[in-house]
Antibody
């Protein structure tokens, strides 16, 4: 059974940093691209960042480019999101999502999310 | 940047009726279009990918069509568990950039 478990969310002050993690199991992690998607309270889905199986292809939404860094450790079956210079508008539930295959595919499994709240 | 729009914002449908949801891309995304369903308090679920291919375990009452800039998700006979928000998503850009539409809420008439 595919499982994606996010962690690392919490309350953080504007301008500070936070690192999210996603522990994956139930599939061959290094065969698939992975993504982060966020959802602000009461709002729609926003793709944040994606990374190919070998980290050779990485993309970011314009809203986070230069502040967030996605990475993965295939030996640990884990995906990460380093978030720096956090802003109030980064407040959201952050989902980890598995791609169906290569990076340009849909997202077939999602975690339950970890909540990030940016506030003073 | 490719902008996705969805219409209508809210669709009120009676159980057993047909629902037709539209998604439009600001430029061609070929068939690189997915549909997701999200219920309150739950993560999204992949319904359709490649514009028209049902994901594993998705009932046949869900169907997708379209290519280029115009796409449709049809639910042939709404069941109680289908009342939810539906999002389209394009995955055509390189370097990778993905865009979700704003969503269509399907509620009970």
């Amino acid at each position: 059974e595919v499982q994606l478990v996010e962690s690392g969310g919490g309350l953080v002050q504007p301008g500070r940093s936070l690192r999210l993690s996603c522990a994956a199991s139930g599939f061959t992690f290094d065969d698939y691209a992975m993504h982060w998607v966020r959802q602000a309270p009461g709002k729609g889905l926003e793709w944040v960042s994606g990374i190919s199986w070998n980290s050779g292809s990485i993309g970011y939404a314009d809203s986070v480019k230069g502040r967030f860094t996605i990475s993965r450790d295939n030996a640990k079956n884990s995906l990460y999101l380093q978030m720096n210079s956090l802003r109030a508008e980064d407040t959201a539930l952050y989902y980890c999502a598995k791609a169906q295959g290569e990076i340009l595919t849909g997202f077939d499994y999602w975690g339950q999310g970890t909540l990030v709240t940016v506030s003073s | 940047e490719i902008v996705m729009t969805q219409s209508p914002a809210t669709l009120s449908v009676s159980p057993g009726e047909r629902a037709t949801l539209s998604c439009r891309a600001s430029q061609s995304v070929s068939s690189n279009l997915a549909w997701y369903q999200q219920k309150p308090g739950q993560a999204p679920r992949l319904l359709i990918y490649g514009a028209s291919t049902r994901a594993t375990g998705i009932p046949a009452r869900f169907s997708g069509s379209g290519s280029g800039t115009e796409f449709t998700l049809t639910i042939s006979s709404l069941q109680s568990e289908d009342f939810a928000v539906y999002y389209c998503q394009q995955y055509n850009n390189w370097p990778p950039l993905f865009t979700f539409g704003p969503g269509t809420k399907v509620d009970i008439k």
